[in-house]
């Protein structure tokens, strides 16, 4: 009677697994993974396929390893971030939100804390611990992961994606494929276009792509003599013929080529469209934002009266890093061997201007190899915003990075990975439930 019992089970298992829809993920990144996840608990059969040895490669340094993981705020100001095609995102953020994305993660096991900008990271600040709540999560829902195969071709059919082609030529059929590939930035985390040649091999658009969140270079020599040097509360303004095209406040660093950190990151998504042209930018950095000038001429004039016989040079460091003393007097108006009781009214109001506004010169953005995020990617005008789903190929999904969707420094960016993949995931098992009804 067991016998008979276990056989009966056994052949209605098979039954309902042949009634699932099976699903096939084109790369197991931050998007991919949460693909897996969301779609196998819907009641999918789910395989991932991930060319490198282990997943979550690029997950693993975001956030300087530390992963900062979506952004605590609501849906509208997830919007505001967004810099390509926000209004293609609307259902997405609002079907999966950040807080979705940290309740999942919480129930996964994964503390998380939210830290200055409303930046959400793991509480232990370690990247891994991300993924491995994500690869807990798989495993929990028999995701089957395939690791070190990639895959070379998608497979159509009469207009419907039927499946993929591996480079070793083993084909695996679908029901649907969601391809999540990524963009070009950081190639060596395996991040290197292929969904884009899935894309344009199905038939799709694929926008310019360039590389964005990336540092900048500069032209003036004195730059790279601050090499290494941190700035925090400054103000960054870009001027494109005398016009503003950012500005914003918070932390910056030198670099031997020109300026990086989040201030910087933030600034390459709004003028890369600008620099891919040649063009180059006057960019002004206001050293000290919180004073007004003449808040500042003050405090300068408070030095100066305790040091009344002392040289320039020996006095205004008070004011400064040690790397950017001598480039800042270099540009300005008052010699460094000066004595302080000789410096006029307008020598100290020049170079307190000068604090208020040092200048530089922006040539150009960085490479992929540095690049966040890639700026550019799968024309959305040909993807169905409340499902991810080709609107060319049926049942064939991008999401993530490889759509033609980006955005500032801040979390952002993984919670479009996020919400596009949920997005998707959602429906290619609501798509199978109603074929077989």
Known sequence: TKVRA?????RVCFAERAFMNKVIIVGGGAAGMLASIISAKNGCAVTLFEKNEKLGKKVYITGKGRCNVTNNCDPEELLQAVMSNPKFLYSAFYSFTSQDMMQLLEDAGVS????RGNRVFPVSDHSSDIIHGLEQLMKKYSVQIHLRSEVKNLLT??????GIQLTDNKVYTADAVIVATGGLSYPTTGSTGDGYRFAVETGHTVTECMPSLVPLTTKEAYIPLMKGLSLRNVELTIK???KTVYQDFGEMMFTHFGITGPLVLSASAKIGKFLQKG????????????LSHEQLDDRILREFSSAQNKQFKNVIGVLFPSSLTPVIIGLGPIPEDKVIHDISREE????????KAFPFTITGLGGFSEAVITRGGVSVREIQPGTMESKKIKNLYFIGEVLDLDAVTGGYNLQIAWS???????????NKQEDTQ
Do not use: H, M, W
């Not at 276990?6 to 056994?10: G, S, T």
């Not at 596009?420 to 609501?430: H, K, N, P, Q, S």
């Open 279 to 290: 063009e180059e930018l006057s960019a002004y950095l206001d050293l000290k934002p919180a």
């Open 348 to 355: 100290r109001l020049a170079f307190g201007a000068l604090i």
């Open 420 to 430: 596009t993949a949920y997005l998707a995931a959602t429906d290619v098992c609501r």
């Open 157 to 162: 059919e009469n207009g419907i994606v039927t």
């Open 240 to 242: 494109r013929d005398k």
């Open 112 to 115: 998380l804390k939210t830290e």
């Open 6 to 10: 276990r056989q009966f089970i056994c």
